[in-house]
């Protein structure tokens, strides 16, 4: 029963494997907005259902950031289901990385903190607050996306805590790029200008607190 657990993760990538194939084959550029916006269907259900199709592979993936799919939600929906779209995209996006870290067990926390010394950081935090750890990693780049969830994961970290504090930490973003998307074919509009403010508040905020957190460190 053990062993035909830890083949989930192994079909999981086997599966986006094949999908990223067929989707790199039909197109002769890099994944990219326009690239998404070309393959996607008319039909609204259809097109939602490639795009969480999309953040489900990006999760395997470092080919494409997860900018291009906010951007993607916020031109082909409205801009309260895109940002919906996009909140549940990201959550996918974190979530099979996490179960493959449950999975693949604890012995994998031990390589992670040897690749990357910051994951100790991580570690110590979420030893006195899981909630924070979970949340700040969010909104910090302490070690790549993928990385700290199945950090998360091997060490049996909630996962209703896990979730919850990830979409937390990551929603400003998700609103701020989304809404980017929405009104990127204006980019002179003042509301282009304001959501992008706004972007760029969010980023230099994020840089803000890493500096704060390395401080704390020393």
Do not use: H, W
């Amino acid at each position: 029963m053990k062993n035909k657990k830890k083949l989930i993760p192994i079909v999981a990538i086997v599966l986006m494997g094949i999908v990223f194939t067929v989707i790199v084959k039909k197109s002769s550029e890099p994944l990219s907005v326009n690239t998404i916006l070309r393959y996607t269907p008319e039909n609204a259900m259809l097109a939602a259902g490639i795009v969480l199709l999309l953040f489900a592979l990006k999760s395997l993936t470092v080919v494409f950031p997860l900018s291009i799919l906010y951007l993607a939600s916020g031109i082909l929906f409205q801009p309260v289901i895109a940002v919906l779209i996009s909140t549940v995209g990201l959550a996918i996006t974190i979530t099979i990385p996490y179960l493959i870290g449950r999975y693949s067990g604890k012995q994998i926390v031990q390589k992670i903190c040897q690749k990357y010394p910051k994951a100790e950081m991580v570690a110590k935090y979420q030893r006195t607050n899981t909630f924070f750890a979970c949340f700040i990693t969010r909104i910090v780049g302490f070690l790549p996306g993928d990385i700290v969830s199945i950090d998360f994961g091997a060490c049996d970290t909630a996962y209703l805590i896990y979730l919850v504090a990830g979409v937390f930490g990551s929603l400003l973003s998700i609103i701020t790029t989304t809404l980017l998307g929405e009104k990127i074919s204006d980019p002179f509009s003042i509301e282009f200008m304001m959501v992008l403010l706004c972007r760029i508040l969010v980023s230099v905020g994020a840089v803000v607190i890493k500096y704060q957190l390395n401080q704390k460190k020393k």
